[in-house]
């Protein structure tokens, strides 16, 4: 802990100042850390599949399997990142191991992430809501149909402008909210995979298939290429692409690594076991359960928007337990999705502060709230471009899902590429954890598994922009706009701190470290003293 030394009754009236350090957090379990990561990343089980079955037909949950499998890999890089940096994310990452203009891409890659978590999330959660009020229109015989589309927008808008207004406000986080979220989620699914496998017992189940049935619109301008054509290998990496949104929140992990306990390296692997087998079987189990037990054609028709609402609605027993069921299904989804939604702002916040610590950002971004001690600029902004997302989309969750892949895939790539990086510029450095399948050379180990991960991303990142031709234009188009705002920015806070050094500025801060929150507040005389914890 530190603070200013001047004494409360200066001659020149300088404020003393009490600032909390990192040794005053409370450090959470490794299951707590797991939760939080898990109520994003775990929200991706109510959209992803049916998303998959629009592009590619029924063969999707093989994909959404592989996927999580996938998922396993790229934990394990998530891994090696928290080794490096105390909070890792992709943009601290990057910059170190591919420099400032990378970093800068990567950056825009992970807003425009963002910027799609947050209305995907909410868009879903409306529709699971919608198709809940329609079955209980439809089991008490009412005629009356409400709108899905129109209902999730209306829904979706609304759960932004909560969460905009709770983080303007400054939020808090708990990880018992996601540990207890979590808990909730885990034991609808529990139940659901019950009650799925005693209705395979009793009425059977059809295993679904391996061929791929690109939709024309999920084949964009690779359906106009013949070399292209969505068969063998390639088309395997197409079905592929259209399903890594189900990774949707991973990189949550390297944002919650500094507030677990000691020691954080093993807490961190039991951390991301947990995330591994609970992502398996909610995301890649309760899909599978569903394509095994829903007809295609009805996904196609009722429930591509709400998958694991058909699931309930499908199993064998009476309507009125089964809505029972989709009642659960839906509360746990809307709970999740919502939940994302949050953590879009917040972590959209929190990498425009990094950014705007290294100097790029203009003080406009980082003003701080008068009243709540919350830029307030940057959540206003996102959560205005999210809501015109919202109104754009019309309430499509395909539409939102088919843009939202760019930034996933981005992100990953310059990741792994800039780990990669860093095993050749920190050869000596020890590191807790290394990525797998490596070959040693005298004291160094080369990165054979991570060259590998790294050239599938990139593969699966360069099909996307032939088949995914709206993610490409807007993904494209917001990252250079983006780029472009940094540069400029970064520019103009250069000039002014030029400017200032010319004209003999200098900022005076005597400081002192005191072990005891008591003795740091003892010369402290003046009344209503605001005690700021400062989160670096």
């Given at each position: 802990?530190s603070s200013?030394t001047?004494?409360?009754q200066?001659?020149?009236?300088?404020?003393k100042?009490?600032v909390?350090?990192?040794?005053?957090?409370?450090?959470?379990?490794?299951?707590k850390?797991?939760?939080?990561?898990?109520?994003d990343?775990?929200?991706?089980?109510?959209?992803?599949?049916?998303?998959a079955?629009?592009?590619?037909?029924?063969?999707?949950?093989w994909?959404?399997?592989?996927?999580?499998?996938?998922?396993?890999?790229?934990?394990?890089?998530?891994?090696e990142?928290?080794?490096?940096?105390?909070?890792?994310?992709?943009?601290?990452?990057?910059?170190?191991g591919?420099?400032?203009?990378m970093?800068?891409?990567?950056?825009?890659?992970?807003?425009?992430d963002?910027?799609?978590t947050?209305?995907?999330?909410?868009?879903?959660?409306?529709?699971?809501?919608?198709?809940l009020f329609n079955?209980?229109l439809?089991?008490?015989?009412?005629?009356?149909?409400?709108?899905?589309?129109?209902f999730?927008?209306?829904?979706?808008?609304?759960?932004?402008?909560?969460f905009?207004?709770?983080?303007?406000?400054?939020?808090?986080?708990s990880?018992?909210k996601?540990?207890?979220i979590?808990?909730?989620?885990?034991?609808?699914?529990?139940?659901?995979?019950?009650?799925s496998f005693?209705?395979?017992?009793?009425?059977?189940?059809?295993?679904?298939p391996?061929?791929?049935?690109?939709?024309?619109?999920?084949l964009?301008?690779?359906?106009?290429?013949?070399w292209?054509?969505?068969?063998?290998?390639?088309?395997?990496?197409?079905?592929?692409?259209h399903?890594i949104?189900?990774?949707?929140?991973?990189?949550?992990?390297?944002?919650?690594?500094?507030?677990?306990?000691?020691?954080k390296?093993?807490?961190?692997?039991?951390?991301?076991l947990?995330?591994?087998?609970?992502?398996?079987?909610?995301?890649?189990?309760?899909?599978?359960?569903?394509?095994v037990?829903?007809?295609?054609?009805?996904i196609?028709?009722?429930?591509?928007?709400n998958?694991?609402?058909?699931?309930?609605?499908?199993?064998?027993?009476p309507?009125?337990?089964?809505?029972?069921?989709?009642?659960?299904?839906?509360?746990?989804?809307?709970?999740?999705?919502?939940?994302?939604?949050?953590?879009?702002?917040?972590g959209?916040?929190?990498l425009?502060n990094?950014?705007?610590?290294?100097g790029?950002?203009t003080?406009?971004?980082?003003?701080?709230?008068?009243?709540?001690?919350?830029?307030?600029?940057?959540?206003?902004?996102?959560?205005?471009?999210?809501?015109?997302?919202?109104?754009?989309?019309?309430?499509?969750?395909?539409?939102?899902?088919?843009?939202?892949?760019?930034?996933?895939?981005?992100?990953?790539?310059?990741?792994?590429?800039?780990?990669?990086?860093?095993r050749?510029?920190?050869r000596?450095?020890k590191?807790?954890?290394?990525?797998?399948l490596?070959v040693?050379y005298e004291?160094f180990?080369?990165?054979v598994g991570?060259?590998?991960?790294?050239?599938?991303?990139?593969?699966?990142?360069?099909v996307?922009?032939?088949?995914?031709?709206?993610?490409?234009?807007?993904g494209?188009s917001?990252t250079?706009?983006?780029?472009?705002?940094?540069?400029?920015?970064?520019?103009?806070?250069?000039?002014?701190?030029?400017?200032?050094?010319?004209?003999?500025?200098?900022?005076?801060?005597?400081?002192?470290?005191?072990?005891?929150?008591?003795?740091?507040?003892?010369?402290?005389?003046?009344?209503n003293?605001?005690?700021v914890?400062?989160?670096?």
């Amino acid at each position: 802990m530190s603070s200013s030394t001047p004494s409360a009754q200066s001659p020149l009236r300088v404020k003393k100042v009490v600032v909390i350090t990192t040794a005053m957090l409370t450090f959470i379990p490794f299951w707590k850390a797991a939760a939080i990561v898990l109520c994003d990343f775990g929200s991706s089980a109510f959209y992803a599949g049916g998303l998959a079955m629009r592009a590619f037909g029924p063969a999707f949950p093989w994909y959404i399997l592989a996927v999580m499998l996938f998922a396993g890999l790229l934990l394990m890089l998530e891994l090696e990142a928290c080794s490096l940096f105390v909070r890792g994310g992709a943009y601290k990452i990057v910059r170190e191991g591919l420099g400032d203009r990378m970093a800068k891409l990567a950056a825009s890659a992970l807003v425009f992430d963002f910027l799609l978590t947050g209305p995907i999330s909410a868009v879903t959660a409306g529709h699971y809501l919608g198709g809940l009020f329609n079955s209980f229109l439809a089991q008490f015989g009412f005629s009356f149909h409400l709108p899905e589309g129109g209902f999730s927008v209306a829904f979706g808008l609304l759960v932004t402008g909560y969460f905009w207004r709770q983080n303007v406000k400054g939020i808090e986080e708990s990880s018992s909210k996601s540990a207890k979220i979590i808990a909730f989620s885990l034991a609808v699914c529990f139940l659901l995979a019950i009650w799925s496998f005693i209705t395979i017992a009793l009425q059977g189940a059809h295993v679904p298939p391996a061929k791929l049935h690109f939709a024309p619109d999920a084949l964009g301008w690779a359906g106009k290429i013949d070399w292209m054509k969505a068969v063998g290998l390639l088309g395997m990496i197409m079905a592929f692409g259209h399903s890594i949104l189900a990774l949707s929140g991973i990189e949550t992990l390297s944002q919650v690594y500094r507030e677990i306990e000691y020691p954080k390296a093993q807490n961190l692997k039991k951390a991301a076991l947990l995330i591994f087998i609970f992502a398996l079987l909610f995301t890649g189990g309760l899909t599978f359960l569903s394509a095994v037990i829903i007809p295609p054609d009805l996904i196609a028709s009722k429930y591509g928007d709400n998958l694991l609402s058909g699931l309930a609605m499908s199993v064998a027993g009476p309507n009125l337990l089964k809505l029972l069921m989709q009642t659960l299904v839906v509360v746990a989804g809307v709970v999740m999705l919502s939940g994302a939604v949050n953590t879009s702002l917040i972590g959209s916040n929190a990498l425009m502060n990094r950014i705007a610590e290294d100097g790029i950002l203009t003080d406009w971004f980082r003003k701080i709230h008068r009243k709540y001690g919350t830029t307030y600029h940057v959540i206003h902004l996102i959560a205005a471009l999210q809501a015109v997302i919202i109104l754009l989309s019309g309430g499509n969750v395909y539409l939102l899902g088919e843009a939202y892949a760019f930034g996933v895939m981005w992100c990953f790539v310059l990741e792994a590429a800039a780990i990669m990086a860093l095993r050749f510029k920190r050869r000596g450095e020890k590191r807790d954890f290394l990525f797998p399948l490596n070959v040693r050379y005298e004291n160094f180990y080369i990165p054979v598994g991570l060259g590998l991960l790294c050239l599938f991303l990139l593969s699966v990142a360069v099909v996307n922009l032939f088949t995914k031709s709206i993610a490409t234009v807007a993904g494209i188009s917001f990252t250079i706009f983006l780029y472009a705002v940094f540069t400029l920015s970064e520019r103009l806070n250069a000039k002014k701190a030029n400017t200032m050094f010319e004209e003999g500025y200098r900022e005076r801060v005597n400081a002192e470290t005191s072990l005891d929150l008591k003795d740091a507040l003892e010369d402290l005389s003046q009344p209503n003293r605001v005690l700021v914890a400062v989160k670096t």
